[in-house]
């Protein structure tokens, strides 16, 4: 079974998680310049903004058809647990699986144990409600 992301989950999620990184530097970067009127800072502003946008803007435009690559997947199959993201994947063996735990907090995440310590961990927000308790069933 592979379950991917949706383009709309994706931009959930990154507004959940970036979203409140990039409000909290901005706040703290626009306290700074306003005590120490600095003209030239300004410019980290204009980077915080426009990268993450660019990146956006590329999954939109660029990333579709066959050579899409996946932002975000899992596959479970008889061989183990596999957390795909942008194409690359990680996987844990079913002899090597202990379990999951799902932390509370201001970003939730989810963490699939390895034995071994080499843990799978992302977002809570990366799948959708419906897909998360297909996940969450099938490793319970």
């Excluded at 990039?22 to 915080?48: D, P, Q, R």
């Excluded at 990146?55 to 183990?80: D, H, P, Q, R």
């Excluded at 390895?114 to 308790?133: E, L, M």
Aim: proline content about 1%.
């Amino acid at each position: 079974m592979k379950i991917e992301q949706s383009r709309r989950q994706y931009f959930f999620e990154r507004l959940c998680t970036e979203g409140a990184i990039l409000i909290c530097t901005l706040i703290g970067v626009s306290l700074y310049l306003i005590l120490s009127e600095s003209e030239k800072s300004y410019h980290f502003i204009y980077y915080a903004i426009g990268v993450p946008a660019i990146i956006a803007l590329w999954l939109t435009v660029f990333n579709s058809g066959s050579s899409k690559i996946v932002e975000n997947g899992v596959e479970i199959n008889s061989k183990g647990f596999s957390y795909i993201r942008f194409g690359s994947k990680q996987t844990i063996g079913w002899e090597q699986y202990d379990g999951f735990k799902v932390t509370n907090g201001l970003f939730k995440s989810i963490y699939i144990k390895n034995k071994s310590g080499a843990d799978i961990v992302f977002s809570y927000y990366t799948f959708s409600s419906a897909q998360r308790k297909i996940i969450l069933d099938k490793l319970g």
